[in-house]
Structure formats: C-alpha cells, structure tokens
C-alpha cells in the first residue's frame, strides 16, 4: 500500500516561514522523484518543486529564491522549506512521487495539507 502523508500545514504572516514534511510507505523511497505540487481554489495544479532521486532540485518559477526542497532517504521524508511567505501562496500543498526512470510509471499523491498566508 502506497502512502504519502504531508504535515506541516497551518496559517501564517505574510512574510513568514513554514516547513512542510511528507513521509513515504509502499515504495522505494530513494528511487523515486518526488515533488511538491499545489492547487488554489480556481486555480490550475502547479509544480512548486522537486528533487530528483540524485539530489538534483528544481523550482517553479514561484518558488524560485524563496523555497527549499530537500529529502532524507534514510527516513523517508521529503521537505519543503518556505520562506517569504505571501497571501498567493495558501493553497492545498500535495507531495507527490514518481519513479521517472521507468516509462509509464504512476504517479502517487498524498492527501494534502493546507497552507493559508494571511494577516
């Protein structure tokens, strides 16, 4: 059974920071890609970030100089660090994984968790 299970969600300040986390079961962690997607109400699914399973990180242009995505393999955790926080940001934040070495591979999505940027 595979699950992914994100934290970290909550209200801030604008200008402020919050870490999410995404705990992983059911798949070979250290050979997936996994990524961080968010979706605002009447707004399209964007990718926030992602990091490969060799380290290497990229970063939606919103993101760009303000968050952080990172991974523990050993325990099974991907993170995303934000900072600068700013009203657009609230959304529903979904972890997500994907083994993008294997043609057809299925993409696994976690729950959610709810970001609200607000004063």
């Known amino acids: 059974q595979v699950q992914l299970v994100e934290s970290g969600g909550g209200l801030v300040q604008p200008g402020g920071s919050l870490r999410l986390s995404c705990a992983a079961s059911g798949i070979i962690f250290s050979l997936n890609t996994m990524r961080w997607y968010r979706q605002a109400p009447g707004k399209e699914r964007e990718l926030v970030a992602a990091?490969?399973?060799?380290?290497?990180?990229d970063y939606g242009d919103s993101a760009k100089g303000r968050f952080t995505i990172s991974r523990d393999n050993a325990k099974r955790m991907v993170y995303l660090q934000m900072s600068s926080l700013k009203p657009e940001d609230t959304a529903v934040y979904y972890c997500?994984?994907?083994?993008?070495?294997?043609?057809?591979?299925?993409?696994?999505w976690g729950q959610g968790t709810r970001v609200t940027v607000s004063s």
């Open positions: 990091i490969s399973s060799g380290g290497s990180t």
């Open positions: 997500n994984a994907i083994n993008s070495a294997v043609l057809g591979a299925r993409n696994y």
